[in-house]
């Protein structure tokens, strides 16, 4: 069983910078491949960003390359999302999630865990 925890949410202004972390519990942490995810109102959730459980295999949407950087410390089992440049679209709630999948995957249905979420809100 694994059980994760989010924070660093909050309210920014268009421009600013936020970091998100993600707490986990559980064994095996360092084993699994970690996602970011987020949901806006009225909107489906959507793939964020992607890491592999040694760090070397990383994936972004799109819509966040160049402005979002995903890392972990597995000796701390934290993943980590560093949200720079951000937009008034990047307001959502941020779920942390992880995945019992031997790969890096985008699709939600590929992970197991979810955390309750941290509300990020980008002011324009």
């Known amino acids: 069983q694994v059980q994760l925890v989010e924070s660093g949410g909050g309210l920014v202004q268009a421009g600013g910078s936020l970091r998100l972390s993600c707490a986990a519990s559980?064994?095996?942490?360092?084993?699994?491949?970690m996602g970011w995810f987020r949901q806006a109102p009225g909107k489906e959730r959507e793939f964020v960003a992607a890491?592999?459980?040694?760090?070397?295999?990383?994936k972004y949407a799109d819509s966040v390359k160049g402005r979002f950087t995903i890392s972990r410390d597995n000796a701390e089992n934290t993943v980590f999302l560093q949200m720079n440049s951000l937009k008034p679209e990047d307001t959502a709630v941020y779920y942390c999630?992880?995945?019992?999948?031997?790969?890096?995957?985008?699709?939600?249905?590929?992970?197991?865990?979810w955390g309750q979420g941290t509300q990020v809100t980008v002011s324009s």
């Open positions: 999630a992880a995945s019992m999948q031997a790969y890096v995957r985008e699709e939600r249905l590929q992970y197991d865990y």
């Open positions: 559980g064994r095996f942490f360092s084993s699994y491949p």
């Open positions: 890491i592999s459980w040694s760090g070397d295999t990383i």
